[in-house]
């Protein structure tokens, strides 16, 4: 019986967290190795990759593609969390803002910039959860992060909510983003909801949903495979010797001059065995799949 490898859809159901939806996941269809592409907060809902069987050696590359997001923001509120989570630590009259003065600070938040992370996140320091500290009351200073926001476009605005899609590079805290923005506005802002429309390869319109995956018995059928969720990255065609080189950890000797960071390797028959490095101006074995030459 050949081994499970490829990727999940889900669109992810309000109020579980992206742990939640793994460990249900793994429990139901009985598969040890289920982990996911990239978090989303029990707030948020919409794409949520999951990694089945070896494809989990894959998350890292998964993750770091582009991301398109809905968040609703709601001004003159600034919670603990950032989110409508949290305990609303200020309140500010908002009812003077306008959908011209939330456009005019769009630029300051757009392209490559500086973000402090929330202090109810995941990250850790010094070993221990950001969000364990802070439910502990201890208070860290934390510091700003490159990320990189390509665009933010107000789809709506319903005072005092906006209603803005997000296309932005990984690790963007979007519940920073919405912080910042209130902040900004002299009003403060927290975000009350959140849908991930796309990560990479993967759209919403797309996802399965969960509890319908779970109850299908031909799930496999929806399982998406590296050719679609690395897609940016160049397939690499090689002929035996090195396809032989490549499954005992070897360099290959012929294939093509890398035109980028990393490349999907394939064996003729067309098996997908390795994710290939560039090293100087040739390829070098990454992470090796020799069951999936199997």
Request: net charge negative; with cysteine; aromatic share 6%.
């Amino acid at each position: 019986m050949a081994e499970i490898f490829g990727f999940l859809n889900i669109n992810k159901p309000l109020g579980m967290t992206s742990h939640d939806v793994v460990a249900k996941t793994r429990r139901v269809f009985k598969i040890k190795k289920v982990g996911h592409a990239g978090t989303l907060d029990p707030l948020a809902t919409g794409v949520l990759v999951l990694c089945m069987g070896d494809a989990t050696r894959l998350s890292d590359y998964v993750m770091h593609n582009q991301k398109t997001y809905m968040a609703q923001i709601r001004f003159g509120q600034t919670t603990d969390t950032y989110d409508s989570e949290g305990q609303i630590t200020a309140t500010t009259d908002a009812s003077h803002l306008t959908q011209a003065d939330i456009q005019a600070i769009l630029p300051r938040f757009t392209g490559d910039i500086l973000q402090i992370p929330p202090m109810y996140s995941a990250l850790k320091r010094d070993g221990k959860k950001l969000y364990d500290l802070a439910r502990a009351g201890e208070t860290i200073e934390l510091e700003p992060r490159p990320v990189t926001i390509h665009s933010l476009v107000i789809a709506q605005f319903n005072p005092p909510t906006a209603h803005i899609e997000i296309r932005c590079g990984s690790g963007t805290y979007i519940r920073s983003l919405a912080y910042d923005m209130g902040q900004v506005l002299g009003v403060g802002a927290h975000l009350t909801g959140l849908i991930r429309v796309s990560s990479g390869a993967f759209d919403l319109s797309e996802a399965h949903d969960l509890e319908s995956l779970l109850t299908n018995p031909d799930w496999k059928t929806c399982l998406v495979d590296e050719n679609t969720a690395l897609a940016d990255m160049p397939c690499v065609k090689l002929d035996t010797t090195d396809s032989d080189h490549i499954l005992h950890g070897r360099n290959p000797l012929h294939a093509p001059v890398p035109v980028g960071e990393f490349g999907r390797a394939y064996s003729p028959d067309g098996k997908f065995i390795a994710l290939l490095r560039a090293e100087n101006d040739g390829w070098r074995p990454h992470k090796v799949f020799a069951s999936a030459s199997e």
